[in-house]
């Protein structure tokens, strides 16, 4: 589960420096992520929702499957996403399926009305 998804539990707020370290082989998704019937469809990746600041993180062999704004570090961003990276393996994949407006894919940001 992301931290800070907005549907489940409450966006993040704070800051989160993961100071140049890597998330390694992280999967978010299933059907009910895909589907857009449950609180896991706005906003998958590392994070859910930021509105704090999210810097100095890394992901990689990664798989995130949603219904709309999927990303490696945040699906939504809201506030400052600085100095991390994002990278699938092979058979990875980042991938949102729903349909609606404002939606989004993307490496680092999925949606973005922040800075990144």
Known sequence: MPIGQDGYGGAFYGTFDGGGHTVANMIIGGDDYSSGSGSYSEGNGLFGTNYGTIKNVAVK?????????????????????????????????????????????????GTNYGLV
């Open 61 to 109: 062999n990664i798989e995130i499957t949603g219904y709309r704004r999927s990303a490696g570090i945040a699906g939504y961003n809201y506030g400052t996403v600085a100095f991390c990276s994002s990278s699938t393996s092979a058979t990875g994949r980042i991938y949102a399926n729903g349909g609606g407006s404002d939606r989004g894919t993307g490496g680092i940001v």
